[in-house]
């Protein structure tokens, strides 16, 4: 049976992490480290994500401005709010939460935010850095897939990485997270040929379909780590993208529910502390994971 990659143990370590990092912040002139977090109508799904990083944030120590929008908001009105954060001394990083009413451009909020203020990286800007090498604030869940790679000690290093997906915020940043650490990586999309063929090449499988069971146990080699970022519900129970016959072969795996998820808000969290410290000039230039 495949060791179990719990994500909690990852979460508080995190935790830890930034304790330190938010005592130098209040050891600082200036505020405490506060984000803010943009709901626009009544998705009930961004709602539960939205209270859930209330209570995440809160329990860290940062400072939440929650701003509730009518989804009746115009682009042009919406567009103002966020660049007024931009300039709004008092808030160190904004996230804003999708899927966006309708009527309103899902790219507004990655063309309006200032970079440094992007706690999900979800700016154009951002992205480009992460493609070029140079990370400096990166989207949250497939960076704690990396943070969970890296508390059990997995090595990525020259291992071949195949990720399955490759939506702007999961499959292509952890392909290129996993790249930046210098492990050769393939990505597979739903028009790839073949799917089971490149998994089982792979010492790292990463899933980012969305699509339950997309992965069965014949179609990794035995040993090979699995990160699964799927959320699917399957008669009214949470799964993951990964078939249960995974966990007889794979050497380790994060559950579903219980692994990548519980990091994800976390390193939100640590994104949140590296702006305020941006802010602050506690930090002057962007860490790089880059080894090449
Ligand atoms: P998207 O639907 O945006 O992207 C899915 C990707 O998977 C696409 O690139 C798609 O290919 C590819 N794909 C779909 N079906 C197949 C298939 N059968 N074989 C190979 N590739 C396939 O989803 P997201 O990236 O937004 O999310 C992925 C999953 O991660 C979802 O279940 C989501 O709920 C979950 N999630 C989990 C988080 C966490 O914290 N754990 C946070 C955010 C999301 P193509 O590009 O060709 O369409």
């Not at 790679?149 to 071949?160: A, D, F, K, T, V």
């Amino acid at each position: 049976m495949a060791l179990i990659l719990e994500g909690k143990p990852v979460a508080l370590e995190i935790e830890r992490r930034l304790r330190d990092e938010l005592a130098e912040i209040d050891d600082a002139p200036g505020p405490p480290a506060t984000a803010s977090a943009v709901l626009v109508g009544d998705d009930e799904s961004s709602r539960a994500y939205f209270r859930s990083i209330l209570r995440t944030f809160k329990r860290v120590g940062i400072d939440v401005n929650a701003r509730e929008i009518s989804a009746r908001i115009s682009e042009e009105h919406l567009r103002i709010i966020l660049g007024e954060l931009n300039y709004d001394p008092d808030i160190d990083g904004v996230i804003v939460f999708q899927p966006l009413p309708d009527h309103l451009d899902r790219e507004l909020p990655a063309n309006v935010l200032s970079a440094d203020k992007d706690i999900d990286g979800i700016t154009y800007a951002n992205a480009g850095r992460l493609s070029l090498g140079v990370p400096h604030l990166v989207p949250s869940t497939p960076m704690g897939g990396i943070e969970i790679l890296h508390y059990y000690r997995i090595p990525i290093e020259g291992q071949h990485a195949v990720v399955v997906g490759r939506s702007p915020i999961v499959g292509q940043p952890m392909a290129l997270l996993l790249l930046g650490e210098n492990a050769t990586v393939t990505i597979c999309h739903s028009r790839t040929r073949d799917l089971a063929s490149l998994t089982r090449q792979a010492d790292i499988v990463v899933l980012a379909a969305g699509r339950s069971d997309v992965l069965t146990g014949d179609m990794i080699r035995e040993g090979a780590t699995v990160l699964d970022f799927g959320v699917n519900f399957v008669d009214g129970k949470m799964t993951g993208d990964a078939h249960e016959s995974v966990f007889d072969v794979a050497g380790a795996i994060t559950p579903v529910p219980g692994g990548t998820g519980v990091v994800t808000q976390r390193v939100l969290a640590a994104n949140t502390v590296k702006a305020a410290r941006i802010q602050r000039r506690l930090l002057q230039e962007p860490e790089s994971v880059n080894h090449r």
